[in-house]
């Protein structure tokens, strides 16, 4: 039900991003779905990986800081609509979203939403109850 | 143990007279034999009789390590060269090295003197002391190694360094008494553990530590590793070397000042002027019976309080709080004197935080700007930007009540911040005047 997303922490000055995206992509690590929160100091990069162990290896080698965080992935019709029909019986239940970000898979033409919640169980029993599809771990990292 | 419970243990009216009537023949002495100090009162316009009481001290000019240099390497000696029998000196790193010199009756008290602090540590006549100082130009092994004879115990003077032999000795000599460095002593422990040597394995006892600042944890630590008994003692070869002040077994907590033989005071850094009890200032020190190389008002650059309490060891002396740093090190940001170590403890009860942090200081305008930079180490790294915010908060509050100015904590990666020779590199100081500091 988990999906394991990797996050770094960026100093905020130039280069920084590039050189993550580099050191992944000369170690064939295929970046998913990133997304970035910052502040004028500095930001956190998350990242959805294919192989999250080798991602946090290198980064780490490369001297920088690397967590990995337990966050859901919910699938959703790309249409007017979708991200309110998860969104709803969320804020009914009284469920904070910490963060989110989405991308939109290629086969399917299905949107992705990479959520993080404070309680993570009680969001996946409500999503369940809604009748919405949480993809598991490994269909995501190889989106 | 007291070793000499008639004058650690004086009621403080009589020590006061005992502290005036030495005084007043050192500074009789200097003024007639010591040409450098004759110069320095008469150009502050005082001569050893208008010293009428002990808080007169206060008008006579202070001795640097300056001083020192200007006279080196003898200049300072207030006898002749013939009643010298033993020279000590510092090892020069920073410029040219202090030199000290001892006479016969200056031998005698500095033994006195670290026997006291032996004794005050936990040392016995049936212990065996291994001195793991450096013996040579340097203070700390020879000082504490005659304490230890005239105490009566049995010394062995293996010197610093060989630290597997040190082990070795410790377990078939039966060592019951280790006398080093406080961080020499955890390297001993470390390479114990490497070696599979447990402390039930030896007859240890008692620790006596000296020689550089360390903390109430490095204590426990100690204590630990080594199932001993530490104290603290403090010395500097410019006023004798190990033998000012020692921490006694019994309340573990500040050094008692040999009263009797120093005469310490607290100063502000910067004005100069005493501070009252309890205050955190420069220690300074007079030595009141020295008779090879007095000194006046000797500026220690440590930095430390001074206190008075009833200590259950019985001692009647005035006690000193562990240095926490030297004066050098000190900043002054918007007025208000800061130590790296003190911005190192403040983090260190963050749980999480790591000893990796620098200092950044500049000047907007005309206001002193302070930076703290802490390396986000996985502990404390959130993916999450509140939990990451509320955390960098807590560290700019606990950091700003501990030190009493506004800071600003800014998080960096890992090794951004320099380090030279592994160790890192604490104050980056852009303020284009220095407003303080006094150069080796």
């Known amino acids: ?143 | 143990m007291i070793f000499e419970p008639e004058y650690e243990c004086m009621p403080r009216d009589e020590l006061k007279i005992l502290q005036f009537y030495r005084l007043k023949r050192q500074l009789r002495r200097v003024y007639e034999r010591v040409p450098a100090y004759r110069k320095k009162m008469e150009e502050a316009g005082i001569k050893p009789e208008d010293i009428r009481s002990l808080e007169d001290i206060r008008y006579l000019p202070f001795t640097t390590k300056d001083d020192f240099r200007e006279n080196y390497p003898y200049g300072l000696f207030a006898v002749d060269m013939e009643e010298i029998v033993r020279v000590h000196s510092s090892s020069g790193t920073t410029g040219k090295p202090t030199v000290v010199g001892y006479t016969k009756r200056d031998l005698e008290t500095w033994s006195n003197l670290t026997a006291r602090v032996l004794a005050a540590g936990g040392v016995r006549k049936n212990d065996v002391v291994q001195i793991a100082f450096g013996y040579g130009l340097f203070t700390g092994g020879f000082g504490l190694h005659y304490g230890a004879e005239k105490l009566g115990a049995t010394v062995i003077p293996v010197s610093s360094g060989q630290t597997k032999r040190q082990i070795m000795i410790m377990k078939d000599y039966g060592t019951t008494a280790l006398v080093c460095t406080p961080s020499y002593a955890l390297h001993i422990a470390e390479v114990m553990e490497e070696m599979g040597v447990s402390p039930e394995e030896l007859k240890l006892k008692v620790g006596l530590f000296g020689a550089e600042p360390w903390t109430e944890n490095m204590r426990q630590e100690i204590e630990k590793r080594l199932g001993i008994d530490a104290t603290d003692n403090y010395g500097l070869s410019e006023v004798m070397g190990p033998g000012v002040s020692g921490e006694c077994i019994e309340a573990k907590s500040g050094l008692h000042v040999f009263e009797d033989h120093f005469y310490v005071e607290v100063i502000n850094p910067e004005t100069e002027e005493p501070l009252p009890e309890g205050e955190w200032g420069e220690l300074v020190i007079t030595t009141l019976t020295k008779e090879g190389l007095p000194l006046i008002r000797y500026r220690t650059r440590d930095i430390t309080r001074l206190y008075y309490e009833e200590c259950p060891c019985g001692r009647t002396l005035i006690k000193m709080s562990k240095p926490s740093g030297r004066t050098d090190d000190m900043l002054i940001i918007r007025g208000v004197n800061i130590f790296p170590s003190q911005v190192e403890e403040a983090l260190l009860e963050i749980e999480g935080v790591s000893p990796h942090f620098q200092i950044i200081v500049d000047r907007k305008g005309y206001l002193d700007e302070m930076e703290v930079w802490v390396e986000a180490s996985e502990n404390i790294f959130f993916d999450s930007m509140k939990k990451q915010k509320e955390l960098l908060d807590r560290i700019t509050e606990h950091l700003q009540q501990a030190l009493g100015v506004k800071v600003k904590v800014k998080l960096v990666e890992p090794k951004t911040i320099e380090r030279t020779a592994g160790k890192a590199k604490r104050v980056i100081d852009r303020r284009e005047l220095p407003s303080h500091g006094r150069k080796d």
């Open chain 1, 1 to 143: 039900m988990k999906v394991e997303q990797i996050s770094v922490f960026l100093e905020n000055k130039a280069g920084r991003l590039a050189e993550v995206a580099k050191i992944l992509g000369d170690n064939g690590v295929n970046i998913g779905a990133l997304s970035l929160a910052d502040t004028t100091d500095f930001g956190i990069l998350r990242l959805i990986v294919n192989d999250r162990q080798k991602a946090k290896q290198v980064l780490k080698d490369a001297g920088f800081t690397v967590g990995i965080t337990e966050v859901i992935a919910v699938e959703v019709d790309d249409t007017p609509g979708g991200l309110a029909r998860i969104l709803t019986p969320l804020a009914e239940n009284g469920i904070n979203v910490e963060y989110m970000y989405a991308f939109v898979e290629k086969s399917s033409n299905k949107a992705v939403l990479i959520f993080k919640f404070e309680n993570l169980e009680k969001a996946i029993e409500v999503l369940k109850a809604n009748n919405i599809t949480i993809l598991p771990g490994e269909k995501v990292y190889n989106l």
